[in-house]
Structure formats: C-alpha cells, structure tokens
C-alpha cells in the first residue's frame, strides 16, 4: 500500500532581484523586479508502507522544499499529495497526528527542560491521555537508552544525546510515517552509527515508513533499500539500492603492491588514482577493461598484494549529481 | 470541536508554564525585570503628579481616571506581552521561516507560535495595572470590569500585532511596521482621550485602537454603560477573527527558511 503518492508536484519561489550598491538598492524600491525560481518541477514517487527510503540530491536541489511540502510546511503550486491518504493542504493538522518529522537543523525540544518534561508536552500536544503518555514514555526510554539523561535539562545534553531525543519525541505519538531531515547532521561516526540502529529497530519494531533526507552517503548504505535522486528540482532517479549498485558500479578499483616497477599510464581503461613506489591504485573502467585483462599486465611473480573493491557510493551518487541519469 | 478546543488550551497553557519556568531558571534576573518594570511605569506617573497640582482636569479626566487610564495601558500591555509574547515578534518568525516546528504540530499554527514564549517584565506591568485600580478606588464592579477589559485589551492589542506582523506575508519583512503600530497604541493609550480632536480621534477609534482598548473601557468603568462594554467585547471578537483570516491567508505564502534554529 501507498503511504505517500505525489503526482506533478511544483514548487516556485518569487526571488527578488537588485542591482549591486547603494544605486541598486533605490532602483529597486522604484521598480522592484522579480525572478521566479522552479525549486521542484513536477515531481513524482510513490512510497509503499514500512519502506526506508533516501531522498537525496545536493544542496539546493529540491528535497528540503518537497519534505517540506508533503509535511504540509509549505503550500504547493501544483500537483496533488497524498500522505496516509490525506492532503496536507486541506487537512494539515489531521496529518500531522499520524506523521513524526525530525529536522536536523531546528529544534524542536525546549532547551531547558528535561528530556521527561519534553516528552510529556509533546504527550500534550498529540492529546494523549496523561497515562497513556507516561506508557509510551517508558516505551521509549527503553528503546533509545535514555535512562541516564532523563531528568538532565536538554541544553546540558551532548549532540548526539539530543538528537537521540529528537527522535524519541518525535515517536511519541507513534506515527505511521516518519520524515527525517538530515538527522545526523554534525555528529560524529558512532553517534551517527547508534542513531542509524535506532532508525532501524523503530522501522524493524513499529514498521514505521521512514523518509529520510542525508548528505551522508553511509546513512543512505546502511539504511535505505530505495533511493530516490532529485536534481533542479526533477527527479534524476528513482530505483532501489542494488540496481543503483549494480547499474551504475561499471568501474571498480584495483591496489596493488609489485615486487618490480610497472607503467599503467598508457592503456585505455585503466586510470592511475594514485602511485607510490610500486604500490599502484588503478580504476578500471569494465566497459573498455576486465579485470582478467589487467591481471595479464602482470606477472604472477611479480604480485605481491592486491585488493579489488567497487567505486565507493559516494562517488556514484557525485556522478549522477553532476551527470543526471533520467528516469 | 469542543474536545479539541479543550486539548489547544490545555497545550497553551503548558507552553506559557514552561516558558516562565525557563524565565525563573535565572531568579535575580526575573525578579529584577519585575521590579523595575514597575518602577519604570512609576515614573511616568509623577510628571502627571506635577500636572495635576497646577491643573484639575486634562482632556477631561480627573487625576483618578489617569491613574485608571495608566492601570488598564499597563495591565492589557502586560497581559498581552506576557501571554502573548511571540506576536509582538511574529514578522521576524515568519520572514525567517520559523513556524515550521509549529506546522507540523496538530494545534493551532497562530495560538502555538504567540504563546511560546513569556515577557517576564509583563509581570510587573500586570502588577502596577492592579496597584493603579487600588490607588484609583476600589468597587467590585470596577475590579470586574478592569479583569473584562484587561483580557479583551489584551488580546486586541495581540490581534493588532498579528495583523501587522501578517503583512511579511506578503510584503517580506515588515516587522518595522509593526513596532510602529504596535508602539503608537501603547503611547496614545495613556493620554486622555479628551485631548485628541477630528480625524486624529477618529483614528485612535479605528485604525489604530487605543481607544477600544483603554478609552471606552476607562469610561465604562467611571460610569457603567452596557451599550459600550458589549461594543469593546465586539470588536475584541471581531479584532480577533481578522487576526486569524490574515494570518492564515498570508500563512499560504510562507517560504520557510533552511536557518540553523534553536527552541531556546
């Protein structure tokens, strides 16, 4: 079953021009002129329930708008949303019961309050009865290991604790669908790995349909099944996690370490990265080289070390950023 | 209907309770805002001190409706900004894209933003507002009324503020304006309405409505007239329906903002 549905989604923003100086600036409040920015271009996708997807795309591309307008933030100018079944245009408040957002760059705890206190507002906030709110509060601080920060203010909480307790507020009214926002924005690598378990478990656990938003290509890898591409506010691509890999994985690297000096500088396919003495790492493009084609340039004898490994994620992704694949 | 109104109050209620328990982390500093917003209010009263020992009657009031005058200015400003806080700075949330965490909440966009944070100073205004009723003469009649008209004053003034701040909506920042306005009612609403003649009069009876907010109900309470307290409730109704039919038209047009932004 669908849970988000978007048809021809549209988004412009009225960008007001002036010219440079002082001089500009009056010219402007004379006759004030105007650009209008396509910032999504009808778009559309769907998301089935209990789905982890990554909608991802460089900074300006679109995903923070759209995000925001299936969260019912920002009112479209085009298309139709369906969330749950539910227009966020017409109905925003009753979406905002079934959904969870989290956004990476704002707030939405109260800094001087406890993590318990916080919980218990945003109890308020989804009418739930005070014990019910106290059930499920106990629920999450089993869940996301929040027994010692409890009764700690927020403010006095490291990133990683609260952007633990982002979540877990986010979750108190047990939504169907959660929207992340950059979730792991600024913290660091095991913090980033324990929020990416919880994601997981709350997907695993409640079955919870998660959308989430990163630059950080580890969290798309260790989370998501399907990723969804969008660029210049058009979707570049839209297919699940393996065939990016595969369909796209048509370069692999090679390291090698020789016992005598060798030249890869002259054949087609083969690219130098990096060269160190007689430790080599070579990208092999598979359309134009196999790998059996590069191990006949060396001799057995001579190998010492290798290792073959894929183009990194991150590395495709740029690519497709900067290339587009359409859909 | 009834339920949900209950759950929005209930909400309300608990964000003005944790924005004063944050205020009252920081004791010398709350009370020092108290105390001195009172004394600040003091002040102004002794210039109408030296006033009233060289003349009887300004604009027509007597030294007791001055004083009535500066206790209702004071306490529906303080009940305002002390409720109310946020929507005397509404234009900067939403030229700023603000109200995202409060869209994505099931409660009211307007009533979560304007009460999500409290003016401790609003504390001492409320306090002088009763000690000017005190020193004015005290009836229960009078007391109920300045309790009536402080709630409507102060959500007309909160209503004022938001159909201003609204404008950003529309024209991008316009938070200048709306200090200006917001700025002119507190100044014109503690001079006696006598002073003011044509169109000037007119205008603090409409556009800018000092006198809905404190002239009428300065009047009503010297001498009872129901015609007009009904006439203030009103337009507190009518005041506040227009604050909400701006907002949410302009809130169509909200553009949000990718700041870095802390609830703090």
Redesign the interface.
């Known amino acids: 079953m669908a849970v988000i549905e978007v048809k021809n989604l549209k988004k412009n923003f009225r960008v007001k021009l002036k010219e440079k100086g002082l001089k500009g600036s009056l010219k402007s409040m004379v006759k004030a002129s105007y650009r209008t920015v396509e910032a999504v271009k009808g778009v559309n996708f769907e998301v089935q329930e209990g789905e982890v997807i990554a909608f991802i795309g460089p900074n300006g591309a679109g995903k923070s708008t759209t995000i925001k307008m299936l969260t019912g933030i920002l009112y479209p100018d085009g298309g139709d949303i369906r969330v749950l079944g539910i227009d966020p245009t017409k109905e925003r408040k009753k979406l905002a019961y079934e959904i969870g957002t989290v956004f990476g760059q704002k707030e939405q705890l109260w800094m001087h309050l406890t993590p318990y206190d916080n919980f218990k507002f945003f109890g308020a906030i989804y009418d739930i009865p005070d014990k019910e709110a106290e059930k499920r509060i106990e629920e999450i601080k089993e869940l996301f290991e929040l027994q010692e920060i409890m009764n700690t203010p927020v403010r006095n909480l490291s990133l990683g604790q609260r952007i633990r307790c982002e979540i877990a507020a986010s979750l108190i009214h047990q939504p169907k669908v959660l929207f992340l926002d950059e979730p792991t924005i600024g913290l660091d690598p095991v913090v980033k790995d324990s929020i990416r378990k919880l994601i997981k478990k709350m997907n695993k656990e409640y079955h919870t349909t998660v959308f989430l938003t990163s630059h950080d290509v580890s969290d798309i890898e260790k989370l998501c099944k399907r990723v969804i591409i969008i660029n210049n506010g058009e979707l570049v691509m839209d297919d699940s996690m393996e065939n990016l890999k595969y369909h796209h994985l048509n370069k692999k690297i090679i390291e090698i370490k020789l016992a005598k000096m060798a030249d890869f500088s002259n054949f087609d396919g083969i690219k130098v990265l990096k060269q160190k003495d007689t430790n080599f790492k070579l990208e092999i493009d598979l359309k134009k080289k196999s790998i059996a084609d590069v191990l006949k340039l060396i001799h057995s004898d001579d190998l010492i070390d290798m290792n073959i490994s894929n183009t990194p994620l991150e590395e495709i992704i740029s690519e497709i950023y900067r290339d587009g694949v359409k859909v | 209907m009834l339920?949900a109104v209950k759950?929005q109050i209930?909400?309300t209620f608990?964000?003005v309770k944790?924005a004063l328990?944050?205020e009252m982390?920081n004791k010398t500093t709350f009370l020092m805002n108290v105390i001195f917003m009172i004394l600040n209010n003091a002040s102004f009263i002794l210039q109408w001190v030296v006033i009233y020992s060289l003349k009887s009657d300004v604009g027509g009031y007597s030294f007791g409706q001055v004083l009535l005058l500066w206790g209702t200015a004071a306490s529906t400003f303080g009940f305002a900004h002390f409720f109310f806080k946020k929507s005397f700075s509404l234009s900067d949330a939403i030229t700023n894209g603000k109200?995202?965490?409060y869209?994505?909440?099931?409660?009211n966009v307007l009533i979560s933003a304007i009460t999500s944070d409290v003016e401790p100073s609003a504390i001492g205004d409320l306090i002088y507002g009763v000690i000017m009723l005190i020193v004015s003469g005290l009836t229960i009649p009078k007391v109920l009324l300045f309790i009536l008209f402080t709630i409507s004053g102060g959500i007309t003034m909160t209503s004022f503020a938001v159909i201003l701040a609204s404008l950003s909506f529309w024209f991008?920042r316009a938070d200048s304006v709306a200090d200006t306005g917001n700025g002119m009612i507190t100044h014109f609403a503690t001079y006696p309405d006598g002073i003011f003649h044509g169109i000037s009069k007119i205008i603090l009876y409409t556009i800018i409505p000092a006198g809905i907010i404190n002239y009428i109900p300065v009047s009503v309470m010297t001498t009872f007239d129901v015609r007009l307290t009904l006439l203030v409730l009103a337009i507190t109704v009518g005041m506040t329906a227009l604050a909400f039919l701006f907002f949410y038209r302009g809130l169509?047009?909200?553009?949000?903002s990718?700041?870095?932004?802390?609830?703090?």
């Open positions: 339920t759950n209930k909400v608990i964000s944790y328990m944050r982390l109200l995202d965490s869209l994505v909440q099931p409660k991008g169509r047009r909200y553009s949000s990718n700041l870095m932004i802390a609830k703090i």
